[in-house]
């Protein structure tokens, strides 16, 4: 069974590897975190692993996942390559020819550039689940979209570690990657984001407490039906859509003086809604 290193174990990491140690796809080797502790408690999730806080500290490994925050794949890449060069100089062979990928959907294989630079066949690979808590997201990842994108030999490779553990996988182009997680963010991401305000305003606005939430349920229930059955512009109803501009604009009013970005969200989303539905009424 082909060994797999871990760098970065939050929701994303834990899950992936807690699915493919199950699936007996890799033979999950060293799970690296920014403190011990927290490598620790990924470990237990996963049921596999050692725990280890410093990058110097692993060990080779076929496949290795780059599951941190966006903003530091970089950083880390580079950390990593800086241990391999060390390495190498006593002759130990890291990451030689070995798979480095990293989760980001926005991001290219490319932030990986100074393991390429090592023989490494660099890619990424993001799948599109919101990845609430590795639990919930280990129950959920059968049936997810994974867009792979990268060296060819590292995307053919993992499009099999992620098909046997039940993800469908498409190739994307790396010039494509921020629009395409940026659709994943309108998709999945401002939807909660869009709960809460409505909560806060009808909070505003003396809604009996009790009944917010069954509200907000609801109606977020019914729109989804109705999306998944009529399409989402013959599913939209509201102002905009029915042209009402006058009160569009009074609404707008009230909502930017009750608070200005949610006033700038109203606007921009009426906008779209507008477009929307002009579209379906052609
Ligand atoms: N969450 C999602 O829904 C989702 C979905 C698809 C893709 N992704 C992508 O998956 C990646 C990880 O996201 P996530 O949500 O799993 O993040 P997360 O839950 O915040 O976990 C990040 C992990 O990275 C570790 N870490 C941070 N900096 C590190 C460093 N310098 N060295 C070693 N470990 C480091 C953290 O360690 P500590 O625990 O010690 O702080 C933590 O274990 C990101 O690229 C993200 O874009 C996320």
């Known amino acids: ?140 990842f059968a049936g997810s979209l994974c867009a792979l994108e990268g060296d060819d030999l590292a995307v053919a490779k993992l499009k099999k570690a992620f098909e046997q553990i039940g993800g469908q996988c498409f190739e994307l182009a790396t010039n494509d990657k921020i629009l395409y997680h940026a659709a994943a963010v309108f998709a999945t991401n401002f939807v909660p984001v869009l709960h809460s305000v409505a909560t806060d305003l009808w909070q505003q606005t003396g809604v009996p407490a009790h009944m917010i939430e069954p509200l907000c349920n609801t109606l977020l229930q019914n729109a989804v039906n109705n999306i998944q059955v009529q399409g989402a512009a013959q599913a939209l109803t509201g102002p905009a859509a029915r042209g009402d501009t006058g009160l569009v604009t009074v609404q707008s009013q009230a909502v930017t003086a009750w608070n200005a970005s949610a006033g700038q969200a109203y606007d921009a989303l009426s906008h779209l809604a507008t477009h929307l539905a002009m579209k379906a009424a052609k």
Do not use: Y
Not at 5 to 32: E, M, S, Y
Not at 73 to 96: H, M
């Open 1 to 140: 069974m082909k060994t797999i290193n871990i760098i970065g174990a939050g929701r994303v990491g834990r899950t992936l590897a807690h699915l493919w140690h199950k699936t007996g796809v890799f033979a999950v080797q060293d799970v690296c975190t920014q403190s011990l502790f927290s490598a620790q408690e990924a470990v237990q999730f996963i049921e596999a692993g050692r725990a280890v806080c410093r990058i110097d500290d692993m060990r080779a490994a076929d496949v290795w996942m780059l599951a941190v925050p966006d903003g530091h794949i970089k950083l880390v890449a580079e950390g990593l390559a800086k241990f391999i060069q060390k390495q190498a100089v006593s002759g130990v062979k890291i990451a030689d020819g070995a798979i480095v990928f990293h989760c980001s959907g926005a991001l290219p294989a490319s932030e990986l550039q100074a393991l390429g630079a090592l023989n490494a066949h660099t890619a990424s690979a993001h799948a599109l689940l919101s990845f609430s808590s590795p639990a919930r997201a280990a129950q959920q």
